[in-house]
């Protein structure tokens, strides 16, 4: 007799594997991880990773889509709740430095998730949707100083981000209120804006 599955609970085992898998990957990097490493991280078997996912390139694409995307509706969200170009701003770098440990697990996993996407078409794949989901919100900060060079503009706001992110790596002791304060005073120069 074949199996019934719940959608509903086939939905949560496999958001509780991809949390678990992201969080194996933190801990020993991308190139270190295994779907073994995985499994005992998510107290599962090797098989029902892979009968969720497939493959190890599988997970690990499911994970990081799951993880820019929650940051890209989280940052969406933001955005329309705040109500002034300032307060839109202030959103956006909140959420780009959400907390230290939050900001310093994805910044690493990220990083180490592009390192080895260079090297992957199927994983660079899951790198180009990321960046066009953050594109969406990027051209929406841009164009708080017009539509005119907006393209340009975005690119310049993802390159401060993604700059102060691997700073923010770096540091050993990195200081919050710091790297929000630089963030939101690189996006002020980039727009424009006086601080």
Do not use: W
């Amino acid at each position: 007799m074949a199996r019934t599955v719940n959608p509903i609970q086939d939905k949560l085992r496999r958001s509780a594997l991809e949390k678990a898998a992201y969080m194996a990957l933190y801990e020993r990097g991308f190139s270190g991880v295994t779907l073994a490493d995985i499994a005992a991280h998510a107290g599962v078997s090797r098989g029902t990773l892979v009968y969720h996912f497939g493959s190890r390139a599988g997970l690990l694409g499911a994970v990081m889509r799951r993880f820019t995307r929650t940051i890209a509706v989280a940052t969406q969200r933001a955005l329309r709740q705040a109500h002034t170009p300032q307060a839109k701003l202030q959103a956006f770098v909140d959420n780009q430095f959400y907390s230290v440990d939050s900001t310093r697990r994805f910044y690493t996993v990220s990083l180490d998730f592009l390192a080895a996407a260079t090297r992957d078409p199927e994983l660079m794949a899951v790198q180009r949707d990321f960046l066009a989901e953050t594109l969406k919100v990027d051209l929406e900060l841009a164009r708080l100083s017009g539509e005119a060079g907006a393209a340009a503009r975005a690119r310049q706001l993802r390159a401060l981000v993604e700059g102060l992110s691997v700073q923010f790596l770096t540091d050993p002791q990195p200081d919050l209120a710091a790297y929000r304060a630089d963030c939101l005073s690189g996006l002020r120069a980039i727009l424009g804006q006086q601080s």
